[in-house]
């Protein structure tokens, strides 16, 4: 739980408190390797080095504009942040704050997500 103030309203702000999301560990490279060895005949190298190789694939077409699906995994997409100009006349480069990369989940993934329980940490 955090509280944190709503947008402003007359007199002032109202806080609220509102649901976070807990994370239950991690997973690293290793440890997904390790995973996914005992669902494939690949080796732990082959593993790590597709996984490696995705990486860099996934960085450079994204640097170029390009939007990445993997199928049922999701999609990888570039994103730009900027401020915005009073007419498309004064906008150029120069209004742009930055890029990154979002992940929209993929349909299995969805649904998994749809089956989490929740309960209240004290």
Do not use: C, H
Request: glycine fraction near 10%.
């Amino acid at each position: 739980m955090i509280e944190s103030g709503e947008p402003v309203v007359t007199g002032g702000v109202t806080k609220k408190w509102y649901a976070v999301a807990t994370n239950n560990g991690e997973l690293t490279v290793d440890d997904l390797t390790k995973q996914i060895e005992k669902f494939s005949a690949l080796s732990e190298a082959d593993i790590r080095g597709v996984i490696i190789a995705l990486e860099n694939v996934i960085q450079d077409n994204l640097a170029n504009g390009k939007i990445i699906r993997l199928d049922k995994l999701g999609s990888f997409y570039p994103t730009l942040s900027s401020k915005g100009a009073d007419t498309e006349e004064d906008f150029d480069t120069s209004y742009i704050r930055g890029a990154s990369g979002r992940y929209r989940p993929g349909t299995r993934i969805s649904n998994a997500l749809k089956t989490i329980t929740f309960k209240k940490n004290k």
